[in-house]
């Protein structure tokens, strides 16, 4: 074999140098196929991204607005705990101010009812004086005339001038006592 006849060979062979034909033909099948996914596919691709897009950023959008509500309540959650702790305060001053008040009302009753119990104790005192006061004139005036008439020897039966003279005695003696108590003080 001449060594042309084995370039020739060689070039018909070399799969690195396709052949003019089939070059012609791939392009040729290329830009059909790319042609026909071009009108057909790639429509249909970019309205897929084109949804998918709005999506994201529709989903952006909602997310921004629910972050801000979220952020608008818990600003209105903040301000009505704000309000109803100032709420409790108030309720608690006035409770407390109720309190004060129902002490001293308490307080103011329980010194009437002092008051009333001492009064009404020396009001019985000084019953019980006068009435321990009258029946020691009347032991005394008849032990007083008793006395007498043993002395005397002679019945002081008369009631009205026992009496007068029993009277008469025991103011002396009570003006006599009144009269000490007032030089000792």
């Known amino acids: 074999m001449a060594p042309e006849?084995?370039?020739a060979a060689e070039e018909?062979?070399?799969?690195?140098?396709?052949?003019?034909?089939?070059?012609?033909?791939?392009l040729l099948c290329f830009f059909i196929v790319f042609g026909i996914l071009g009108k057909k596919l790639?429509?249909?691709?970019e309205k897929v991204l084109g949804e998918?897009?709005?999506?994201?950023?529709?989903?952006?959008?909602?997310?921004?607005?629910?972050?801000?509500?979220?952020?608008?309540?818990?600003?209105?959650?903040?301000?009505e705990l704000a309000e109803a702790r100032h709420e409790a305060a108030r309720?608690?001053?006035?409770?407390?101010?109720?309190?004060a008040v129902l002490i001293n009302e308490m307080r103011e009753e329980g010194q009437r009812q002092r008051e009333?119990?001492?009064?009404?104790g020396h009001a019985q005192i000084e019953a019980d004086k006068k009435q321990a006061t009258a029946v020691l004139r009347q032991d005394v005036g008849s032990l007083a005339s008793q006395l007498a008439?043993?002395?005397?020897?002679?019945?002081?039966?008369?009631?009205?001038?026992q009496s007068g003279v029993i009277d008469r005695f025991l103011d002396e003696l009570?003006?006599?006592?009144?009269?000490?108590?007032?030089?000792?003080k």
Do not use: F
Request: zero cysteines; proline letters at 5%; aromatic letters at 2%.
């Open 52 to 79: 998918r897009r709005d999506a994201i950023e529709g989903g952006m959008k909602r997310a921004e607005t629910a972050q801000a509500e979220a952020q608008a309540l818990l600003e209105q959650y903040r301000a």
């Open 91 to 99: 309720i608690t001053e006035h409770a407390r101010e109720q309190g």
């Open 116 to 120: 009333a119990i001492v009064a009404a």
């Open 5 to 7: 006849v084995l370039l």
């Open 174 to 184: 009570e003006s006599k006592a009144t009269a000490a108590q007032g030089a000792s």
């Open 12 to 26: 018909k062979m070399n799969p690195l140098l396709p052949a003019w034909p089939e070059v012609i033909i791939g």
């Open 42 to 45: 790639l429509p249909s691709i």
């Open 149 to 161: 008439s043993r002395i005397v020897g002679e019945s002081l039966e008369d009631h009205a001038r």
